[in-house]
């Protein structure tokens, strides 16, 4: 049976793909990505990470009151808990790569995310709308990275390890696991929440083919 996430997906299936088929993808995949633009990308998604972790954790703490569904919790702290090696993975990169992290300043793309990320930590936040955003951010990236790993791409070497960090089977297993507790929940949820939780979903889409758009252009 078909979820919620799978008939919206299929819905706006032009913006779904607009994110997980952007030109800087595409670029990876067939060994057309100019370095900068990747080192770009590595200094300003270092700082949406870190925006990242407080939402992710506000998700913990919302999956924490429906009492009826401990496993919710389990999954989203192993997300969390992941965030941490994510973060050091950066760094790691950044000096390979000789990216100054701390000299970084958000460009416009990327403080308009993370501002919109802060939003959604608000306590008001439905639960199912909430997790309907985590699963969309962590989804572009597998969807994506995934894509360049395929047979037939011609990823450089020097991006396969940023690929195949997102697009591994295994973050492919937790993003289909963060899908099926979204289901379950939309399922539940009123005409309101879920209203809230569709745009919520577009937003995300929306911010995301923004910020490859800026790792492309610097803009």
């Known amino acids: 049976m078909e979820g919620t996430i799978d008939t919206w997906v299929k819905k ?18 067939d060994g ?15 700082i949406f990470v870190r925006a990242f972790v407080a939402f992710v954790a506000s998700v913990l703490l919302k999956a924490r009151k429906e009492l009826e569904e401990n496993s919710d919790m389990d999954v989203i702290l192993r997300g969390l808990a992941s965030l941490n090696d994510e973060i050091e993975w950066f760094k790691k990169e950044a000096s390979k790569w000789e990216v100054q992290l701390s000299s970084i300043v958000p460009l416009k793309a990327n403080e308009d995310y993370c501002r919109f990320l802060e939003g959604l ?5 439905e639960y ?8 969309a951010i962590e989804a572009v990236y597998q969807e994506s990275f995934a894509h360049c790993l395929e ?17 591994n089977d295994g973050f492919g297993l937790y993003c289909h696991s963060l899908q099926k507790i979204a289901n379950r929940h939309l399922e539940k ?3 309101g929440v879920l209203a809230k939780a569709e ?21």
């Open 128 to 135: 199912p709308v909430a997790i309907t955003a985590f699963w």
């Open 199 to 219: 745009v919520v979903l577009l937003q995300v889409l929306e911010h995301e083919f923004e910020f490859w758009n800026m790792s492309s252009l610097g803009t």
């Open 12 to 29: 706006h299936r032009l913006i779904y793909t607009g994110a997980t088929r952007h030109p800087f993808i595409l670029a990876i995949r």
């Open 189 to 191: 949820a009123s005409a």
């Open 121 to 125: 930590v608000s306590p008001e936040v």
């Open 151 to 167: 047979e037939g791409s011609n990823t450089p070497a020097e991006l396969k390890e940023a690929c195949q960090r997102w697009g």
């Open 32 to 46: 057309t990505l100019d370095f900068s633009s990747f080192k770009r990308w590595l200094g300003q998604d270092y």
